[in-house]
């Protein structure tokens, strides 16, 4: 039996397991954090991720070893390479978790992005706002996601507070883009080099935090989609990638910006579960084993709605007829995403009906269509 170690144990991991056991995979998690989530549905490994023992004894029971989430530090997936396969690889890693090296890959690929510029002193920011002007966004350059570590700077007063807020570390100023909407677009890439790629997702987002996925998104007769499927074939090849890569973009004026990537499964791709031929979980671990790729079609208009803070009564949310309820099993807490919901419909009217009746149950803003 093929034995998958995954780095990280929270919810993407667990989805990652339920993807991987109709398949006949088992699983083995690594993570610093002993309740993590995915350790009720597998063997979990706590360890420091410093612990040169601890994945040393974590590499000698996987085959090969992938991520859940993007913040592993490139020297313990370096360590654990020298010893089984990992896939993504840790350059993939180590780009997507420095938004200044991930702004500079996607210009040497020429994706349209904000204007941006490194900030490393009140100086350089100063010198930054002076050439590209407010409003802009600064934010750290690493351990940022679900908008933390970032400040928005509207006015020159909130440039001396948030470099006293943010400083001290890398930082990275980026423009204001007044965006139409956000997209996002999933691709997979197996060793074998295969590729594939899903339709086009519209995100919404709220405090920084994602809370409505719909796909495939309207409109521009899928020319947007084709144009976000070439943008992220070429960072595909670019980093030799193996698994399911994420590029968030910003659809301004017809075109596209890229804003982020994630080299791993995403939250704008749970609705591929029940919406699409194959999951964003199952190609991704046919990806990193090699395994021909799954169809992508979506099987109908989806949605994706994320739990954040508190769960609703999950009697209400499952008496919408055709709702799937996802929860994570994690604790409460403000901002936290505890589960999500989806809905697969053979019409947008009636996608949008049951987007409305979900509206009834859980209290997010986002749903107002």
């Known amino acids: 039996m093929t034995v998958i170690g995954v780095l990280g144990a929270g919810q993407l991991g667990r989805m990652l397991a339920l993807a991987g056991y109709p398949l006949g995979l088992r699983f083995v998690f690594f993570d610093e954090s002993a309740d993590a989530p995915a350790g009720h549905l597998a063997d979990l490994r706590s ?45 993939a890693l180590e780009v997507a978790q420095d938004r200044l090296k991930e702004k500079q890959l996607f210009r040497d690929l020429g994706f349209g992005t904000a204007p941006f510029a ?6 350089d920011l100063d010198r930054a706002v002076a050439s590209i002007g407010l409003p802009a966004v600064l934010k750290t350059r690493t351990q940022g996601y679900d908008g933390k570590g970032q400040r928005v700077l509207r006015r020159r ?18 423009g204001f883009v007044p965006f139409r909407r956000e997209v996002s677009i999933l691709a997979a890439r197996s060793r074998t080099g295969e590729t594939a790629f899903w339709p086009l997702v519209e995100n919404v987002h709220r405090d920084g935090i994602l809370r409505l996925s719909t796909a495939p998104a309207e409109g521009n007769g899928g020319a947007l989609a084709e144009e976000a499927s070439a943008l992220a074939g070429r960072a595909l090849e670019a980093l030799d990638y193996v698994g399911v890569l994420a590029i968030e973009l910003f659809e301004h004026d017809g075109k596209l910006l890229a804003n982020e990537m994630a080299p791993r499964v995403h939250n704008s791709g749970h609705w591929t579960i029940e919406g699409a031929r194959t999951s964003q979980f199952e190609n991704h671990l046919r990806a990193v084993l090699g395994l021909p790729l799954g169809a992508t079609q979506a099987t109908g208009f989806a949605a994706m709605v994320n739990l954040i803070g508190e769960t609703p009564d999950p009697a209400a949310l499952l008496e919408i007829e055709g709702s799937h309820l996802h929860l994570y099993g994690k604790p409460a807490r403000p901002g936290r995403k505890l589960g999500h919901v989806t809905l697969v419909e053979p019409t947008r009217a009636l996608l949008d009906a049951a987007l409305g009746r979900v509206a009834s149950v859980v209290d997010e803003p986002a749903l107002s269509r």
């Open 118 to 123: 490194a900030v490393e002193s009140q100086d």
């Open 157 to 174: 007063d909130d440039v001396l507070s948030a470099f006293a807020s943010l400083g001290g570390r890398p930082l990275i100023l980026e």
């Open 47 to 91: 360890g420091r991720w410093d612990d040169a023992s601890a994945l040393q004894a974590f590499a000698d029971e996987v085959d090969v070893v992938t991520y859940e989430f993007e913040n592993v530090p490139v020297a313990a997936a370096s360590r654990l390479a020298e010893r089984v396969p990992v896939f993504p690889s840790p350059r």
